[in-house]
């Protein structure tokens, strides 16, 4: 009878694991399909718009799809804001050189009106989080080249009463999500808010500036953290901007090497 050396019986030792480690996983993979089956009778896949039955969870039916107006290039590059045509290369709007932001770039998803106003609203004020795996790829998809950049997210912070209110910070929930498709780091607690603000619609470009003067501060045990640092602030929606750029120049004036702002909305009437 052959003896084999001690080399094959190690690769026939190592196959018989590699192949006891692929029944595993098979069986693990198993095990979880019928569960989702399962799962899904008991809980269908409802679309997060208007709650009609869909194929697959944490995503839009058609209809609900068609009516959220995807924000696509061309863009300015500082605002984010959809130009009318495309003239080539890197495009700045009027708006941007009539009062430039104190951040590099900004990117949202879709502009804030329809199916996506209705989801930020359940999303923000009515405690309802089953998107946020949907906006986590959605920021990630819009945000591609700030995210490939960056070194960190950091959420924009709430006031300490509202976060008291609220119970959550709906920007940090959107940051982890992003940062999770992004695989990149968050850093929560960077920037506080030292005051809370009155909300920017409605005021003059002087009056916003003054509402959010000063409002942002980076903690002295975080500069270390942000120093030297290419960063992207994330928040539900860009309104004005005045309240990002805030954000932005407290960085940046903590050594930030650069900022940049992602949301999954932005407001495009208050800058026409």
Not at 52 to 62: E, G, K, Q, Y
């Amino acid at each position: 009878m052959a003896t084999r050396s001690l080399g094959e019986v190690t690769d026939l030792g190592n196959a018989h694991d590699a192949a006891a480690k692929a029944g595993a996983s098979r069986l693990v993979h198993g095990v979880r399909s019928v569960g989702r089956a399962a799962l899904d009778v008991l809980l269908p896949p409802l679309c997060l718009g208007c709650h009609t039955r869909i194929t697959s969870h944490d995503a839009l039916c058609p209809a609900c799809w068609r009516r959220i107006d995807f924000v696509r290039p061309p863009l300015c590059d500082r605002l984010g804001l959809p130009m009318p045509y495309d003239t080539g290369g890197v495009m700045v709007s009027a708006a941007a050189v009539a009062d430039p932001p104190d951040f590099a770039r900004a990117r949202a998803v879709a502009s804030f009106d329809g199916v996506m106003r209705e989801l930020i609203h359940a999303f923000k004020f009515h405690d309802t989080h089953n998107a946020r795996r949907l906006f986590g790829r959605w920021l990630a998809e819009a945000g591609r080249d700030l995210l490939s950049e960056a070194d960190m997210l950091v959420p924009v912070p709430l006031a300490r009463w509202r976060l008291l209110a609220r119970r959550f910070n709906q920007a940090e929930i959107l940051a982890a999500e992003a940062a999770r498709a992004a695989k990149k780091p968050v850093k929560p607690f960077a920037l506080v808010r030292t005051r809370s603000t009155a909300h920017q619609i409605g005021l003059t470009r002087a009056q916003r500036q003054r509402n959010v003067a000063g409002v942002f501060r980076v903690p002295p045990g975080e500069i270390a953290t942000v120093s030297g640092k290419a960063i992207v602030l994330i928040d539900d929606v860009i309104t004005t901007g005045s309240t990002a750029s805030a954000a932005a120049l407290a960085l940046k004036r903590a050594g930030a090497r650069r900022v940049d702002v992602l949301a999954l909305a932005i407001v495009t009437a208050v800058h026409s």
